[in-house]
């Protein structure tokens, strides 16, 4: 098994990283290395807090993690800080822009949607009394049928049929 040194997998990594955004397999053809090397070196990079995406180049694919992260990141910088980074990753100023926006409204959506979710459920609530109150008439008006029938059939093996009945 091959040693790679820090800056060498930091070198290779930065290919995965925007503003080139290689894919796991490019990289791995281009640089000789293992793609499941890569893809460990990518994700031990992520668990330290680097943003590497992992689908292709275009950042509107990105996962939502990434997206978040980026956000994180940029959260405390000025202008200038931001826009150098936004260059230096390949991003657009107004995606992060979206994104911030994005994750800001993200915890007011979840309170409409717990209200919506309320809201469902009290009537499915009222759906399921009304078809339980429904099934329990219907197994009455099903039991006194099936009395009915065997009162009948009872009588007739007692009296026997009457013609009057046919």
């Excluded at 822009?97 to 499915?124: I, L």
Aim: charged share 35%.
């Amino acid at each position: 098994m091959k040693r790679y040194s820090p800056e060498r997998k930091e070198a290779v990594l930065r290919k995965l990283a925007p503003p080139m955004s290689l894919t796991v397999p490019e990289v791995a053809e281009a640089e000789g290395i293992s793609t499941a090397s890569l893809y460990n070196w990518r994700r031990q990079a992520r668990e330290q807090g680097e943003i590497l995406p992992s689908r292709g180049s275009a950042p509107e694919q990105w996962s939502s993690e990434d997206k978040f992260r980026v956000v994180l990141e940029t959260a405390a910088m000025n202008e200038a800080a931001f826009s150098a980074y936004c260059r230096e990753r390949g991003l657009y100023p107004e995606q992060v822009e979206a994104w911030r926006a994005s994750c800001m409204s993200a915890n007011a959506k979840t309170g409409e949607h717990d209200a919506q979710s309320r809201q469902a459920r009290k009537q499915e609530q009222k759906r399921v009394k009304k078809l339980e109150r429904e099934l329990r008439r219907k197994d009455k008006a099903l039991a006194e049928t099936a009395a009915l029938l065997t009162l009948s059939k009872k009588a007739e093996a007692i009296w026997g049929r009457n013609d009057e009945d046919e």
